[in-house]
């Protein structure tokens, strides 16, 4: 009888610590339902002069991942050709997470220039951890897989995404700032959000919108200092459905205007008339 008890209190414990884990991910999601699909037309700065160079899609739906439910969701860009004349960009992202905004998964596949690289992110909460494996892949040289394990909540670039569009706003000034642990295929590095107020944006769809200003910064090792990798400019609603996106590239700089949305959960508050 005492080593029943024993076992079930093993069992009870090692439950307690996989459910922490996750608990310290997990929030409350107000901003999107199943079904939602967003399009946007692409832009890319050439010599000074904006460019349409293609459009890219965001969807979300109900799936399942590893036997439970889940939101699956995928990013998608496509050239039109005008761009690969200078720079070819094709990236696909794909990331699951769980009904309560917990990070499960996460693959991006990207074509920029002449390279193709393949990020994943597989995350596991047991052991009262966050605990990652990550895989790297560029071009035709072999993968590499490495492992890390935080006490602190970790995301990845699309699931950072979607869990910040549940953020309450309510009281934010301009200069708030959020940090986060971010994990790619090559580890985890630091970033943070910071909200830089409001201003009114018109989309692709000639409807203009009350907007949210937020800018993403990574650190960078090599430079030993935080960059700017994107700014977001999303409604000022309960949906924060991004309508404009910059994106400080590499090898320049990028644009995305929103063109359609539908599916949306909550009604569109922040259209200006």
Excluded at 57 to 64: C, D, E, K, Q, R
Excluded at 250 to 266: D, P
Aim: hydrophobic share 35%; charged share 25%; glycine share 8%.
């Amino acid at each position: 009888m005492k080593r029943i008890k024993n076992w079930l209190l093993t069992a009870f414990t090692l439950c307690l610590l996989a459910t922490s884990a996750q608990a310290q991910c997990a929030s409350e999601n107000t901003a999107f339902k199943s079904g939602e699909y967003l399009s946007y037309n692409l832009y890319f700065n050439w010599k000074f002069v904006w460019v349409k160079v293609g459009s890219a899609a965001m969807s979300t739906v109900s799936s399942y991942y590893k036997g439970n439910q889940a939101f699956k969701c995928s990013l998608q860009t496509k050239g039109n050709g005008k761009l690969d004349n200078f720079f070819v960009m094709r990236d696909t992202l794909l990331g699951y997470i769980s009904t309560q905004m917990v990070p499960l998964y996460f693959r991006k596949g990207a074509t920029e220039g002449k390279h193709y690289t393949v990020d994943e992110v597989i995350y596991d909460y047991s052991g009262g951890k966050c605990n990652l494996r990550m895989y790297r892949k560029k071009d035709k040289e072999q993968g590499k897989w490495v492992s890390d394990s935080k006490t602190s909540c970790v995301v990845d670039m699309l699931n950072l995404f979607v869990k910040a569009r549940s953020y309450n706003n309510s009281g934010w000034k301009p200069g708030w700032k959020q940090n986060v642990d971010v994990a790619d295929g090559d580890g985890v590095g630091k970033g943070y959000l910071e909200y830089k107020g409001k201003e009114t944006v018109k989309g692709d769809n000639n409807v203009k919108y009350r907007c949210l200003k937020l800018s993403y910064y990574e650190y960078k090792k090599k430079k030993g200092k935080y960059k700017e990798l994107a700014v977001f400019y999303v409604t000022d609603d309960a949906n924060h459905i991004p309508v404009r996106i910059d994106f400080n590239l590499n090898f320049g700089s990028a644009k995305a205007y929103v063109t359609g949305m539908r599916g949306t959960r909550s009604p569109i508050t922040s259209r200006v008339n």
